[in-house]
């Protein structure tokens, strides 16, 4: 079975940037896509962003040019960069994985992380 173990939330003011990490019990590579959704209070889960093993990344138009996400291989390890962070981006960001990107799309998740807490003061 597969663990995902996700790091690098916290509190940052609008503007700032931080990095989230998700950590996987075995190779990051079992999965076609591996990436980040997350949700806040009242409001629906939003799919933040994927990328496949092949290294393709798709991107939710809200956060397209100010986060990347990447793939350390030998880690097995995905991370995302978030950058001009906003406070709309306050949410909990959950690490998952997927079949492929399209099912990731979908919200069809095979694994969840634990949740990591992203807050973003104005």
């Known amino acids: 079975q597969v663990q995902l173990v996700e790091s690098g939330g916290g509190l940052v003011q609008a503007g700032g940037s931080l990095r989230l990490s998700c950590a996987a019990s075995?190779?990051?590579?079992?999965?076609?896509?591996m990436g980040w959704s997350r949700q806040a209070p009242g409001k629906q889960r939003e799919l933040v962003a994927s990328?496949?093993?092949?290294?393709?990344?798709n991107y939710a138009d809200s956060v397209k040019g100010r986060f990347t996400i990447s793939r350390d291989n030998a880690k097995n390890t995905v991370y995302l960069q978030m950058n001009s962070l906003k406070p709309e981006d306050t949410a909990v960001y959950y690490c998952n994985t997927a079949r492929t990107a399209v099912h990731f799309k979908l919200g069809f998740y095979d694994l969840w992380g634990q949740g990591t807490q992203v807050t973003v003061s104005s």
């Open positions: 075995t190779s990051s590579l079992s999965f076609d896509a």
């Open positions: 990328i496949t093993s092949a290294g393709s990344t």
